[in-house]
């Protein structure tokens, strides 16, 4: 059973920056998104941003275009998300996922298989 392991995460102001990582040790597929959806309480889940491997295609929402990037890590099977200039309305419990495809990244996740514990991200106004 893969589990995406995630790190990062944490409690900061309007304007600040936090970085995520996510590492899957022992999936050896060579073709997915990995990235993460994030929900906040009362409202739906949505994808935030994925990276496929080898940098074939990226998804970003359009609420954190130009301040949320991500990269992959050392390692083709971990990912970085980059998040600046963060907003109250960016907190959230953060969810690293693997998904076949980046374009999933614009539902719910439905279709996600593996999943991460979740980071909490907490950005006060």
């Known amino acids: 059973q893969v589990q995406p392991v995630e790190s990062g995460g944490g409690s900061v102001q309007t304007g600040g920056s936090l970085r995520l990582s996510c590492g899957a040790s022992?999936?050896?597929?060579?073709?997915?998104?990995m990235g993460w959806f994030r929900q906040a309480p009362g409202k739906e889940r949505e994808g935030v941003a994925g990276?496929?491997?080898?940098?074939?295609?990226?998804y970003y929402a359009d609420s954190v275009k130009g301040r949320f990037t991500i990269s992959q890590g050392n390692a083709k099977n971990t990912r970085l998300l980059q998040m600046n200039s963060l907003k109250p309305e960016d907190t959230a419990m953060y969810y690293c996922?693997?998904?076949?495809?980046?374009?999933?990244?614009?539902?719910?996740?439905?279709?996600?298989?593996?999943w991460g514990q979740g980071t909490q991200v907490t950005v006060s106004s």
């Open positions: 996922a693997i998904d076949w495809s980046c374009a999933h990244f614009a539902g719910v996740g439905d279709s996600v298989h593996y």
């Open positions: 022992g999936y050896t597929y060579n073709y997915y998104c």
């Open positions: 990276l496929y491997t080898g940098g074939g295609s990226t």
